[in-house]
């Protein structure tokens, strides 16, 4: 009697992989040609961004000039060394530090919020109005709005005339207190984002929880400081950052307003910057100031970003 040779032949098996070889796969990675449609954009990002980025970091350890010179020769740290020393770039730092706590960290977030607040309470018509009012700053060129809070604020302006009118003392501002002028120009024209963005948070919170806390006798700072705030914190930390680096790079407004004088006396880091690079022509030791600005900008990032971290 015969029987039938039931065994498998050798390297095949059942479909699920019971007992046979399975072939591997030639590889995990994509092939080439699923990354032809962004190579264009990557190659223009090298090209637009990192190539310019990369040619500043170079002109920034050189001694090139506008005029006068024939070729940039490589002096490693000396413009560095030349800022630290500098009166002047001392000066610019505490400028715009002042600058960056007036009129982003004190002015448009607290205002924003406020104005949010408000808004949130109010009527349909009210907030229409309001909100027109405030984007209007927002969306004009910073070379028109410094042109008008210029008109505003100089001697013969709108609020000297407006404190004559109420009988009260009135000064040139912009010769008397430029740095504080130019930070109120500021808040004017930059409060409308940090009011859209504390708008879209504050609607997320749910009614439900401001209203019992309401039943529970809880007045409107305790809920402000112990509901609205901790449930809008994200919003407060992306805002604090987004509107900071903005105003560290706050040049046609203050440029407009004051040219960075009188003196120096709101010479922020942007406008010492251009003088050094344009007016006196060193564009290696004005590239380097661009370069601490950067890092200065990195810092108020990491210190957000830390703190955004630890509230989660």
């Not at 095949?12 to 399975?22: E, M, V, Y």
Request: proline fraction near 5%; glycine fraction near 8%; include cysteine.
């Amino acid at each position: 009697m015969t029987t039938t040779d039931l065994t498998p032949p050798v390297g095949t098996g059942p479909p699920g992989g019971g007992g046979g070889h399975t072939r591997k796969a030639s590889g995990d990675r994509a092939p080439a040609w699923r990354w032809l449609p962004i190579a264009p954009a990557t190659l223009l990002l090298l090209l637009f961004l990192a190539g310019p980025i990369a040619y500043c970091v170079y002109i920034a350890f050189t001694d090139m000039q506008l005029t006068g010179q024939a070729s940039a020769s490589f002096v490693g740290l000396d413009n560095f060394e030349r800022a630290f020393k500098d009166d002047d770039f001392r000066n610019a730092v505490v400028l715009t530090l002042v600058f960056t706590l007036v009129s982003s960290i004190l002015g448009q977030n607290t205002l924003g919020l406020a104005l949010a607040a408000l808004m949130a309470r109010s009527s349909k018509t009210v907030r229409s109005v309001t909100g027109a009012v405030v984007i209007s700053a927002w969306v004009l060129p910073e070379i028109v709005a410094g042109f008008l809070l210029y008109t505003f604020f100089n001697k013969e302006g709108t609020l000297n005339a407006v404190l004559e009118w109420l009988s009260l003392p009135s000064q040139n501002w912009l010769y008397t207190l430029p740095i504080i002028a130019v930070s109120f120009a500021n808040v004017w024209r930059g409060t409308a984002f940090s009011m859209l963005v504390y708008s879209a948070a504050l609607s997320e919170i749910p009614k439900e929880v401001t209203e019992s806390a309401e039943v529970d006798g809880a007045g409107a700072w305790q809920r402000l400081w112990r509901i609205t705030l901790p449930m809008i914190r994200r919003s407060i930390g992306t805002n604090l950052m987004l509107n900071t680096l903005q105003t560290l790079s706050v040049f046609g407004l203050i440029w407009a307003m004051t040219r960075g004088g009188p003196g120096n006396r709101s010479q922020t880091l942007p406008i010492f910057m251009y003088d050094q690079a344009f007016n006196k022509s060193l564009i290696g030791y004005g590239t380097a100031v661009a370069l601490l600005l950067l890092v200065v900008g990195a810092l108020f990032s990491v210190v957000y970003l830390r703190l955004m971290r630890e509230e989660v």
